[in-house]
């Protein structure tokens, strides 16, 4: 009898044990999954045809990171928006530009379909501006776009029903890159 009520209060120490761990990891992951959520990956807003990229924020708050994808469709030559959010952190910008690039097997290509950048790349002034809406498909005299085989094009034409990554890069003293990802009409 006492043996058998040693073994039993052994199993409940052990079970008590289990769930105690079981429920400080539980607390722990739960911890890293909010501070995954409130972790700032970018400083950068971007805008599609109106549409705000997002993320997901449960694949954000268990891996650390997410996409950042436009779910509606967008047109051919979409136009673009972005802000900046704590201007101060980027310090001096010096550039901006952006490259559109095609999905390719399971991957994007490594070559941009499309190059947008100021025609005066050495003019801070020249450069794209927070706030300001592109049309990429014809983004004007102040502006050059590049296609994949580098000739320069009147404006940005996708093709429809395509993936694509956008990736927004701003030059500054303190720079960011952004990726963002969505499909045409």
């Given at each position: 009898?006492?043996?058998?009520?040693?073994?039993?209060?052994?199993l409940?120490a052990?079970?008590?044990?289990?769930?105690?761990?079981?429920g400080s990891?539980?607390?722990m992951?739960?911890?890293r999954?909010?501070f995954?959520?409130?972790k700032?990956?970018?400083?950068?807003k971007?805008?599609?045809d109106?549409?705000?990229?997002?993320?997901n924020?449960v694949?954000?708050a268990?891996?650390g990171?997410s996409?950042?994808?436009i779910?509606?469709p967008?047109?051919?030559?979409?136009?673009?928006q972005?802000?900046?959010?704590s201007?101060?952190?980027?310090g001096?910008?010096?550039?901006?530009s952006?490259?559109?690039?095609?999905?390719?097997?399971?991957d994007?290509?490594?070559h941009a379909?499309f190059?947008?950048?100021?025609k005066?790349?050495n003019?801070p002034?020249a450069?794209m501006k927070?706030?300001?809406?592109?049309?990429l498909?014809a983004?004007?005299e102040?502006f050059k776009?590049?296609?994949y085989?580098?000739?320069?094009v009147s404006?940005?034409?996708?093709?429809?029903?395509?993936?694509?990554m956008?990736?927004l890069?701003v030059?500054?003293d303190?720079s960011?890159?952004a990726q963002?990802?969505?499909e045409?009409?």
């Open positions: 009898m006492v043996h058998r009520l040693t073994g039993m209060v052994a409940v052990c079970v008590g044990f289990l769930v105690g761990c079981s990891g539980a607390a992951t739960g911890g999954m909010g995954n959520l409130m700032k990956d970018s400083y950068l971007i805008w599609l109106g549409e705000q990229g997002k993320q924020k694949k954000k268990a891996t990171y996409r950042w994808t779910k509606e967008t047109s051919t030559g979409p136009k673009l972005f802000e900046i959010e201007p101060d952190r980027f001096r910008i010096t550039m901006v952006l490259q559109i690039h095609q999905k390719f097997e399971a994007y290509s490594d379909e190059i947008v950048v100021a005066d790349t003019n002034q450069q927070p706030g300001v809406e592109y049309d498909g983004p004007g102040e776009v590049f296609n085989k580098s000739e320069e404006g940005v034409e996708l093709k429809p029903g395509v993936k694509y956008l990736v890069t030059k500054a303190k960011e890159t963002i990802f969505f045409t009409k």
